[in-house]
C-alpha cells in the first residue's frame, strides 16, 4: 500500500521509459510552477514527482530503487494510513460563472490497528511552558499545578518530560527527562510561585531548546504553552521560533485561560506547526482539558502529519479547515500544510474549498490532487506518503446529485465559524454596518439551531459593535472557539467547563 | 447564474451548498423556506449518526449490480474470487469475465484488460490493471496494482465509461 515512484507517476512497476515519459508529461500540466504561479501544494508535489521521474528513467538508479522497495516490502508489519477524498459533487454544469467545490479529505489509520494500536500508548517527548505571571496567582496557579501533577501521574518512564515557567523571564524548572522518579519532578511543580508580567517568546524558546534535547522520528514531539496574557513586541520571533520548530518535527499547541490573551496569535502558533490551540474560559477546566490534551497525544498513530492540495491551474483553493480532531483553520501557504498527530481511533478530517472556473470544456477532467505525508510510529522507516488523484465529468445537463450527508454536516457548522469569521473582517475594514449585520445573522442562525448561550454573546457582541466598534476580549474569544467546537463530536473534548463527560480529577 | 437564498436574498456563486450571507442551507426548495423555525439541523444529527459512505461488507454468496451509465438494464454478477473486466477483441486471445463491448468500450476508451474486481473474506477491492485511460473509483484515480475497498453505491469508471455498484 506504500505510494512508490510508479504510484506517484500512476504506472505500473512495468511501465517502459515511454511510458514513464507520456505519465511525467500528463501531471507536469498540471502541476508544474511555470502554470501553478500561486499554488505552494503544486510546487511541493511538483517536486516530488520529479524526483521519481528523474529516478525511474534512469536504468541504473531505477534498478536500485526498485531493489530498495523490494527489501522494504520484505519488512513485515509495515503499517500505513489511508487517504480518501470525497468531493461535493460527482459532476459539474458549466454555468458561466465560477462555482464552488468541496472536498472532504479523511486521513484515517491502517485499519488493522484499530484493536492493536489503540491500546498501544505512543512515546511522548512532552514540554510544558506555563505561564506564571503575576495574573496566574491564586486559583489559576493552583489548578495547573494540579494538572501538571495529573500528567506526571499519567506519563510512563518511557516517556520524556520538561517543564518551563516564565514571566518576564524563562526558568527551567524540570530539564527534559524521563519520567522515572515522579515524586520529585511533581514537587518541583508545586514550588511554582506567581509573579511578574508574561514575555512568550522567552518561554517558548527556552521549551522549544528543551523538547529538541529528545527530538526523535518515532516520538511524538510536543510543547503545550498554556498562557494567561497577552505578550508584547515578540509575536514574529513567536511565529519564526514556530515555523523552525515544525520544520524540525515539533509541535506546539497554544491554550489560552480566561479572556486576557491574544487568541489570534495563539491561533497562529499552533496552526503553524500543527498543535491545536483552545479557549480555556475557566481555570477549573484547566485539569480536565490538559490532561485529556496529553492522553490523545500518547494515543498518536501517526505524527508530523501534513496534507497538501495541489489544484489544477485554472482551480483556485480558497479555504482549508481541519474538521475533526479539534478544529483548526488551517494555512494554505504551505505545501504541505501541518496538521499535527494522527490518532489511532480518531480519522482527521479536512475540508477544501476550491473555486472551479466559469469557462470549462465538456468531458472528464481532472481538479486537483492530494497527497498526505506522515511519520507512522510503528514504521522502522519514515515519511509515509499516500495520494488521491480527484477528477470530474463536465456535463451540459445537471445530473441528480446530492451533496454527501457528511459534507452537508460540516459546512452546516463551518459556516457559522465563517460568518464570525467574516464579521471580524468587516470590523478591521471598519464596516460597522456590516459587521453588526454578519453578528445579527450569526446570532439567528445559532438560535435556530438551539445553541441559545452562543446565540446570545453574538447578540450581544452585535450591538457592542454597533456602540463601541469593538468586539469584547471574553465574546471575541467565545465567537471564534465556540463555534469551532460545534464541529467536534459530542464525544470529542470541548475545553468549555461542564461539556465534557470524561473527567479525571 | 447565482444561486439566490431564499432566506435573504443573497447572490451565492453556484456549489455553495450554505449561504454566505445568513448562513443557511441553500439545499431546500424554496417551498419550504419561508417556514422561519424549521430546524433543519435536528435532521443533520441524526444523519451524522449513520455511515457516511455504503457498506464496505460483502456477504460473499450474494450478488452484485453494475448499472453501467444509459443503460436501463444492470449487470447482474455473483463475483468470483477474481473478475477481470475489459472488451473483447479478435486479437487479443485473453477474453475478460466481464465484456463491456456491449456498453460502448471502444469509443469510451476501455482496456482489453482494464480492471479487475476481487472477493476476499467478506469485501471486494477493485484493481486497476495498467489500463491505458485509468480507472476512477468516486473520481479518485486508481493506482495500477493498488486494491481500493468498493463499498455499496460507488461510482466507477472505466476510461470514459461511467458504472455505478450496488450490493445486492
Known amino acids: 500500500m506504500d505510494l512508490d515512484f510508479y504510484g506517484l507517476l500512476g504506472i505500473s512497476p512495468h511501465a517502459s521509459s515511454d511510458e514513464i515519459k507520456a505519465a511525467y508529461r500528463r501531471i507536469a500540466r498540471r502541476l508544474h510552477p511555470d502554470v501553478n504561479r500561486n499554488s505552494p501544494g503544486a510546487a511541493a508535489q511538483f517536486q516530488i514527482v520529479t524526483t521519481a521521474y528523474e529516478t525511474l528513467l534512469d536504468s541504473i538508479r531505477r534498478r536500485r530503487y526498485d531493489e530498495e522497495q523490494e527489501r522494504n516490502r520484505a519488512v513485515k508489519n509495515n503499517m500505513y494510513f489511508t487517504l480518501r477524498v470525497t468531493p461535493s459533487k460527482q459532476s459539474i454544469t458549466p454555468v458561466g460563472d465560477p462555482q464552488v467545490m468541496y472536498l472532504l479529505t479523511e486521513i484515517a489509520p491502517d485499519p488493522r490497528t484499530r484493536e492493536e494500536e489503540q491500546k498501544r500508548e505512543s512515546t511522548l517527548n512532552l514540554t510544558l511552558v506555563l505561564d506564571r505571571s503575576n495574573s496566574m496567582n491564586g486559583t489559576r496557579l493552583d489548578k495547573v499545578k494540579v494538572a501538571a501533577h495529573q500528567i506526571i501521574d499519567n506519563l510512563s518512564a518511557k516517556d520524556i518530560l520538561s517543564v518551563v515557567t516564565f514571566n518576564d523571564r524563562p526558568e527551567v524548572i524540570i530539564p527534559a527527562t524521563y519520567v522515572t522518579d515522579k515524586p520529585a519532578l511533581k514537587a518541583r511543580v508545586s514550588l511554582m510561585t506567581a509573579a511578574g508580567g508574561t514575555e512568550i517568546y522567552q518561554g517558548l524558546s527556552a521549551g522549544v531548546d528543551q523538547n529538541r534535547r529528545y527530538l526523535g522520528p518515532r516520538l511524538v514531539n510536543r510543547v503545550i504553552l498554556l498562557t494567561d496574557g497577552h505578550t508584547f513586541g515578540d509575536q514574529e520571533r513567536c511565529l519564526e521560533l514556530a515555523r523552525t520548530a515544525q520544520k524540525e518535527g515539533i509541535g506546539i499547541s497554544a491554550m489560552g485561560l480566561g479572556h486576557d490573551w491574544n487568541d489570534e496569535f495563539l491561533d497562529k502558533i499552533a496552526t503553524a506547526t500543527g498543535g491545536t490551540s483552545a479557549y480555556i474560559d475557566s481555570a477549573g477546566a484547566v485539569v480536565r482539558f490538559l490532561n485529556d490534551h496529553v492522553r490523545h497525544l500518547s494515543n498518536a498513530f501517526a505524527e508530523r502529519v501534513g496534507v497538501s492540495i495541489a489544484p489544477d491551474p485554472d482551480v483556485q483553493l480558497e479555504l482549508a479547515f481541519k474538521l475533526s480532531p479539534n478544529p483548526q483553520p488551517l494555512e494554505i501557504q504551505d505545501g504541505f500544510i501541518p496538521i499535527g498527530s494522527l490518532q489511532a481511533n480518531r480519522p482527521i478530517m479536512i475540508l477544501f474549498q476550491l473555486q472551479i472556473p466559469a469557462e470549462i470544456e465538456l468531458g472528464f477532467r481532472s481538479i486537483a490532487r492530494v497527497m498526505a505525508s506522515g511519520d507512522v510510529l510503528a514504521n522502522e522507516r519514515q515519511a509515509f506518503q499516500a495520494l488521491s488523484d480527484i477528477s470530474t465529468e463536465v456535463v451540459a445537463e445537471p445530473l441528480p446529485d446530492d451533496p454527501p450527508q457528511s459534507i452537508m454536516d460540516a459546512l452546516s457548522k463551518l459556516t457559522l465559524y465563517r460568518m464570525q469569521e467574516r464579521a471580524r473582517d468587516a470590523l478591521d475594514r471598519g464596516d460597522i454596518a456590516e459587521a453588526t449585520r454578519r453578528l445579527e445573522n450569526l446570532a439567528t442562525r445559532l438560535l435556530d439551531m438551539g445553541e441559545e448561550e452562543l446565540a446570545n454573546q453574538a447578540l450581544a457582541e452585535a450591538r457592542r459593535v454597533a456602540h463601541t466598534s469593538n468586539l469584547s476580549d471574553r465574546g471575541s474569544k467565545a465567537l471564534r472557539f465556540h463555534t469551532r467546537y460545534l464541529l467536534a463530536p459530542a464525544t470529542d473534548d470541548k475545553p468549555t467547563a461542564g461539556t465534557g463527560t470524561r473527567q479525571l480529577e | ?168
Open chain 2, 1 to 168: 447564474m447565482s444561486i439566490v437564498c431564499p432566506y435573504c436574498g443573497y447572490q451565492n456563486r453556484p456549489g455553495i451548498l450554505f449561504c454566505e450571507e445568513c448562513g443557511k442551507n441553500l439545499q431546500v426548495d424554496a417551498a419550504n423556506a419561508t417556514l422561519p423555525t424549521r430546524k433543519i439541523d435536528d435532521g443533520a444529527k441524526d444523519l451524522a449518526a449513520k455511515a457516511t459512505w455504503g457498506t464496505a461488507r460483502f456477504n460473499p454468496s450474494s450478488s452484485i449490480l453494475i448499472h453501467v451509465r444509459d443503460n436501463a438494464e444492470p449487470i447482474i454478477l455473483q463475483p468470483a474470487r477474481r473478475t477481470i473486466i475489459g472488451r473483447s477483441d479478435t486479437s487479443s486471445t485473453q477474453k475478460p469475465d466481464l465484456d463491456l463491448t456491449p456498453f460502448g468500450a471502444l469509443e469510451k476508451g476501455v482496456s482489453r484488460i482494464h480492471a479487475a474486481i476481487e472477493r476476499s473474506e467478506d469485501t471486494l477491492t477493485l484493481i486497476d490493471m495498467g489500463s491505458s485511460n485509468g480507472t476512477h473509483l468516486n473520481g479518485q484515480r486508481l493506482i495500477p496494482d493498488q486494491p481500493r475497498v468498493l463499498r455499496d453505491g460507488d461510482e466507477i469508471r472505466f476510461g470514459k465509461l461511467v458504472a455505478h455498484i450496488y450490493f445486492k
